[in-house]
C-alpha cells in the first residue's frame, strides 16, 4: 500500500502567485516526521521543510509553509510568491517512529512544479 | 565546502563490470544513507548506517555492498552490473535516527549508465 500519495503529477502556477503541492499520508503510527524536498533540473535533492507529528503549529520557512491537517493525514506544501527558480520537482516524504517504520523514509512520487513568467 | 559530496558524479560502465561510489559528509552527523532514483524519478532507500552500524539493509541484490569505514564515510560497491542497475544514486547524511534529527541532507547524486 502506498504510504504517501502525491496526486498531481504535474502543476503550472504563474509567477508571484502561490501554489499548493499536495501530499498524504498513510500510518498507524502516533509519532512520524514529515518532510519536504525539492530537486531542481540540477538533480540534487534539498531538503525545505519539516514536520513533527506532535507539532502543533504549522512549520514555515521562509516562502514555504507546511499545511499540516493530522485528521486527514495530509502535509500540504504551499509556496507563496512563486519565482522561475521554484520550477522543479518536489518530493513529500514520511518517517515513522521506531515502533513501526523503523528507520526508513519514505518517498512519494514526485510533483513535477512549472512555473510560467 | 560542499556538506555531502560524492564521486564521481557520473559513471559509465560495461555488464560485468565491478565499480565503487564513495561518499563523504563533513556535516558531523551521525547516519548516513544510500538511495536509488529510478528512471521514473521514484527514490527508494537501499541502506543506512548509524556510527559505522548498519541499521537499514532493503531488499536489494547482495551484488551492492555498502562500507562504512567511520561516521563521516559510507562507500557503495557493486559487483557485476547489470542493465537495471541504471540510476542515481544518492548519499544522504543525518544528525541522527529521531525524527527531529532525521532531516537528511543529499548529496548531488551520481548518474550510473550501464551499457
Known sequence: AQKITQTQPGMFVQE???VTLDCTYDTSDQSYGLFWYKQPSSGEMIFLIYQGSYDEQNATEGRYS??????????NLVISASQLGDSAMYFCAMREGWSVGGFKTIFGAGTRL???A | DTAVSQTPKYLVTQMGNDKSIKCEQNLGHDTMYWYKQDSKKFLKIMFSYNNKELIINETVPNRFSPKSPDKAHLNLHINSLELGDSAVYFCASSQGVALAKNIQYFGAGTRLSVL
Not at chain 1, 66 to 75: C, T
Open chain 1, 66 to 75: 507546511l499545511n499540516f491537517q493530522k485528521a486527514r493525514k495530509s502535509a
Open chain 1, 16 to 18: 508571484k502567485e502561490a
Open chain 1, 114 to 116: 512549472f512555473v510560467k
